[in-house]
Every structure is written in C-alpha cells, then in structure tokens.
C-alpha cells in the first residue's frame, strides 16, 4: 500500500499562492498500478473535502466547484510527484490539505498522509 507525504503549506496572504507537493514513501506512483491522485482538504470542525482530482491514464482533471480556475492539479512522473498549485487563495481556502489515491475507478481515496496545513490571512 502506498504511502504518501504531503508538503509546502504555509500562511499566505489573500490572493497569494502555494504550491503543494505530493510523493510516495519508498516506491514511485508508478509501482502501484493507480487508477487516480487526489488533493483533500479538511477545515476544523468540518468533514474532509474534494478538492481535486488526476486520472493516471490520460490525465484527466476534476475540480470542485469552490477552487475552479484559481488551483491546479498535475504530477511530475520523472520525479514522482504529484502538485496542487493554488492561486488568488481565499480565506476560506484555510485548511489541513491530503493527497490520497485510489487505485480503482469505483474505490475510494485513501492512503492519506499527514496532511500540510495552509492558513490564509485576510
């Protein structure tokens, strides 16, 4: 099972940006056979959201509504990491961000990490 480690949080100003990286402890992405990588936040107090997702297979992006056009999801596979760009960042964008995979269409993400936690000041 993979594992993944989540990185590059910070506290950014309103309408700042942060980039987000994403790899697998030990073994490459391309080991595991997946099916798809995903970015996950979670605000206190609430459940752990979509935020976006990459097919492996043809790359194919989905983005929740709240973070179209401002993050962007891709992966670097010579250097085995996955990315969420995040631009004109929000207030509300504040949040403790995971990466998960799944490695079937019809499973679930898992194989969350420890999180990297990005505050957003006003």
């Known amino acids: 099972q993979v594992q993944l480690v989540e990185s590059g949080g910070g506290l950014v100003q309103a309408g700042g940006s942060l980039r987000l990286s994403c790899v697998p402890s030990?073994?490459?992405?391309?080991?595991?056979?997946?099916?798809?990588m995903g970015w996950f936040r979670q605000a206190p107090g609430k459940e752990r959201e979509f935020v976006a997702a990459?097919?492996?297979?043809?790359?194919?992006?989905s983005y929740a509504d709240s973070v179209k056009g401002r993050f962007t999801i891709s992966r670097d596979n010579l250097n085995n990491i996955g990315y969420l760009q995040m631009n004109s960042l929000k207030p509300e964008d504040t949040a403790v961000y995971y990466c998960?995979?799944?490695?079937?269409?019809?499973?679930?993400?898992?194989?969350w990490g420890q999180g990297t936690q990005v505050t957003v000041s006003s």
């Open positions: 998960g995979v799944k490695v079937v269409k019809t499973s679930e993400f898992g194989s």
């Open positions: 030990g073994r490459t992405f391309q080991v595991y056979g997946l099916y798809a």
């Open positions: 990459m097919t492996w297979i043809g790359s194919a992006t």
